[in-house]
């Protein structure tokens, strides 16, 4: 029987997870560590030929564009948004913009002028990324994106795109059949859900309901410290910039 096995990142570990539903031999783990330079694409290709099938890693900031990282002096600086921060909140903090006007920058047609076009420049990027590989999903990302929230982060999929990889991978390998006996996935990759901004929200004429508040972690301040949890916790567009700035305010060295 044949095995398969996933290397790469989070989105390959929630593949395989989800795969284990299937008989035990499908599923293989190889590693998830992929920054060895013996473990690229093109070493794996070179050694094993069409036994690898190369997949993209799903990245699309289209709905919500600017989400980087920021570092401190212990190292990456956590937030709100666990390891994720906002570009236009980080840029109106240095430029002293209060939180009211940092929020009217967010979730006014202000983006625009920031990222003039959010959704199209997100889907060539990754459309580049794919040049050279076996599969795509760039074409099924412009294709529901309207319709269905398809990422609760720029790398964090929902689990409905990526069943659409696994039909595409299995597809591939011959062996599309298996799939048959998948059943519901639990292993969302929904830790942080960050918000389709606004305005991209009308111009581009999302379909899908837009979420109350944005999904985060629970961030606490004492004695001009603070700690970041794994506990959930409901931020409206206010209360996370106050958050963010708050913190910013203490690690002011950061970038």
Known sequence: MLKVGFLGNCQAQCLETWVRQLPEEVAVRISDDFTLPDLSTSRLKAQF??????????????????????????????????????????????SGFDVAQCVDRLTSEAVFERYPQPIGESLRNLAEREVGLDTIISDYVASMLNRNRLFYSMNHPVNELLLEMLHRLFGLIGERRRLAGLGDFGYPLNKIILPVLPAIFQRFQIKFDQEAGIKGVEVQFADEEFSVSSQPKIYSYADLVECFYRIYDLNSSFQ
């Open 49 to 94: 030929g069409d036994k690898i099938v190369s997949w993209p890693n799903a990245y699309f900031d289209g709905y919500f564009p600017g989400i980087s990282y920021r570092y401190s002096n212990a190292g990456k600086l956590l937030g709100p948004l666990d390891e994720y921060h906002w570009d236009m909140i980080d840029e109106s903090w240095r």
